[in-house]
């Protein structure tokens, strides 16, 4: 699993993922990256290892990554504009400054680029654009060495927290929220209550209203289906709680945002995991599963032979008694043409032998009724045989 440097709620969350399979006798090795943009560039790597990941939304789409498919929506992760020394209200305010939009294959650098750029701010000539990861920001903001400081995280993030309640440092409300809404669907319009980060100083000291995109649990497609069922065990485990963007329930979510949900998370969000791992341990949930794999082509291929196979053995017995009628049919034709000299005896002795030989002819119980029948045709043509 690709997960955000150490610090992010990200990499707090994957390691409650990985303790949940862990209780599975599952292995969950993380990978740590930049952020979401390596992350997704590892997942779309067959080579590289990594299977899963949180992707936020606006990063990829089903045509840049058709490999890879989503479990479902698990929480918001806002666009946190933090600014010292002045309230950022117009983006114009943004020129000149020293902004800090996080490193190279973070999602904060990749959103913050296209947004900057779609107020016209996306050069040094318009601003000083700066790398530093988010620790390392939030320190140079509130010791006053750069401007402003731009996030793409959940509101559980600590260096969030850290400048939410910093009294030196603002966080901007996000104006014409709505045209942006508009123009980047995977985008929400959320309000951040005033005093929620710090009730005593009132901390933020008024709504802030936020954009904030939906992270996705994304998987590539071959990820075996057992272990994407209990990726989303773990996923309603972890995110189906209550908190300052959701409601309790809300998450996960079957929604596609920038890629279509998986066949497996539609069926669980439909009906839950399969009965199998429900009701078994995991271990042997799947040894049992890949049994039933190996004999549902056996199935298929004895089915039609079960079915034939009786057909066959019934028609080659009544062969048999069909037989023993055509040799009594030349019996009849002889006794009809008695002028060749043939005597009673000579019949009978024959109709006897006949006889015999179907006394001790095995039929299964279906074709019974026949042998019975023949033996009364024997004892009709011993009838005729005898007059003669």
Same mark, same amino acid.
């Given at each position: 699993?690709?997960?955000?440097?150490?610090?992010?709620?990200?990499?707090?969350?994957?390691?409650? !993922?990985?303790?949940?399979?862990?209780?599975?006798?599952?292995?969950?090795?993380?990978?740590?990256?930049?952020?979401?943009?390596?992350?997704?560039?590892?997942?779309?790597?067959?080579?590289?290892?990594?299977?899963?990941?949180?992707?936020?939304?606006?990063?990829?789409?089903?045509?840049?990554?058709?490999?890879?498919?989503?479990?479902?929506?698990?929480?918001?992760?806002?666009?946190?504009?933090?600014?010292?020394?002045?309230?950022?209200?117009?983006?114009?305010?943004?020129?000149?400054?020293?902004?800090?939009?996080?490193?190279?294959?973070?999602?904060?650098?990749?959103?913050?680029?296209?947004?900057?750029?779609?107020?016209?701010?996306?050069?040094?000539?318009?601003?000083?654009?700066?790398?530093?990861?988010?620790?390392?920001?939030?320190?140079?903001?509130?010791?006053?060495?750069?401007?402003?400081?731009?996030?793409?995280?959940?509101?559980?993030?600590?260096?969030?927290?850290?400048?939410?309640?910093?009294?030196?440092?603002?966080?901007?409300?996000?104006?014409?929220?709505?045209?942006?809404?508009?123009?980047?669907? !995977?985008?929400?319009?959320?309000?951040?209550?005033?005093?929620?980060?710090?009730?005593?100083?009132?901390?933020?000291?008024?709504?802030?209203?936020?954009?904030?995109?939906?992270?996705?649990?994304?998987?590539?497609?071959?990820?075996?289906?057992?272990?994407?069922?209990?990726?989303?065990?773990?996923?309603?485990?972890?995110?189906?709680?209550?908190?300052?963007?959701?409601?309790?329930?809300?998450?996960?979510?079957?929604?596609?945002?920038?890629?279509?949900?998986?066949?497996?998370?539609?069926?669980?969000?439909?009906?839950?995991?399969?009965?199998?791992?429900?009701?078994?341990?995991?271990?042997?949930?799947?040894?049992?599963?890949?049994?039933?794999?190996?004999?549902?082509?056996?199935?298929?291929?004895?089915?039609?032979?079960?079915?034939?196979?009786?057909?066959?053995?019934?028609?080659?017995?009544?062969?048999?008694?069909?037989?023993? !009628?055509?040799?009594?049919?030349?019996?009849?034709?002889?006794?009809?043409?008695?002028?060749?000299?043939?005597?009673?005896?000579?019949?009978?002795?024959?109709?006897?032998?006949?006889?015999?030989?179907?006394?001790?002819?095995?039929?299964?119980?279906?074709?019974?009724?026949?042998? !019975?029948?023949?033996?009364?045709?024997?004892?009709?043509?011993?009838?005729?045989?005898?007059?003669?």
């Amino acid at each position: 699993m690709a997960i955000d440097p150490e610090g992010s709620f990200n990499a707090e969350i994957a390691q409650q !993922y990985r303790e949940h399979l862990a209780r599975s006798g599952i292995e969950l090795k993380l990978v740590p990256t930049a952020g979401a943009v390596e992350s997704l560039s590892l997942l779309n790597n067959s080579n590289s290892g990594v299977s899963i990941a949180i992707i936020p939304g606006g990063i990829t789409t089903q045509e840049e990554s058709p490999r890879l498919i989503s479990l479902g929506a698990l929480f918001y992760e806002p666009i946190w504009m933090f600014s010292r020394g002045q309230v950022l209200e117009k983006h114009e305010h943004l020129r000149s400054l020293r902004i800090s939009i996080g490193p190279e294959g973070s999602a904060s650098r990749a959103q913050s680029l296209e947004f900057l750029a779609r107020v016209g701010i996306f050069d040094q000539k318009s601003a000083t654009i700066l790398n530093f990861p988010p620790q390392e920001s939030a320190q140079k903001l509130m010791a006053g060495e750069t401007d402003v400081a731009i996030y793409v995280d959940s509101w559980e993030t600590p260096v969030v927290q850290q400048l939410l309640k910093s009294p030196e440092v603002n966080l901007a409300s996000m104006r014409r929220a709505d045209a942006f809404v508009a123009l980047y669907p !995977y985008l929400n319009k959320l309000v951040l209550p005033a005093g929620v980060a710090d009730l005593a100083e009132n901390r933020p000291p008024a709504d802030v209203t936020l954009l904030a995109s939906k992270a996705s649990l994304v998987v590539r497609d071959d990820l075996h289906p057992a272990i994407q069922y209990l990726l989303l065990e773990a996923a309603s485990q972890i995110h189906s709680g209550p908190g300052i963007f959701r409601a309790s329930g809300q998450f996960p979510a079957p929604e596609s945002i920038d890629l279509p949900l998986g066949a497996h998370a539609v069926q669980y969000y439909k009906t839950g995991s399969p009965f199998l791992q429900r009701n078994l341990p995991f271990w042997l949930a799947i040894l049992i599963q890949q049994i039933l794999v190996l004999l549902i082509p056996v199935a298929g291929v004895l089915y039609p032979l079960f079915r034939v196979v009786p057909k066959t053995f019934v028609w080659f017995q009544r062969r048999r008694v069909y037989k023993v !009628y055509s040799e009594l049919k030349l019996l009849e034709e002889e006794l009809a043409a008695a002028g060749r000299g043939k005597t009673a005896n000579d019949f009978i002795n024959r109709l006897d032998q006949l006889e015999d030989h179907v006394s001790h002819l095995w039929v299964p119980p279906s074709l019974r009724p026949e042998i !019975y029948d023949l033996r009364s045709h024997i004892d009709l043509v011993r009838v005729e045989a005898q007059r003669n």
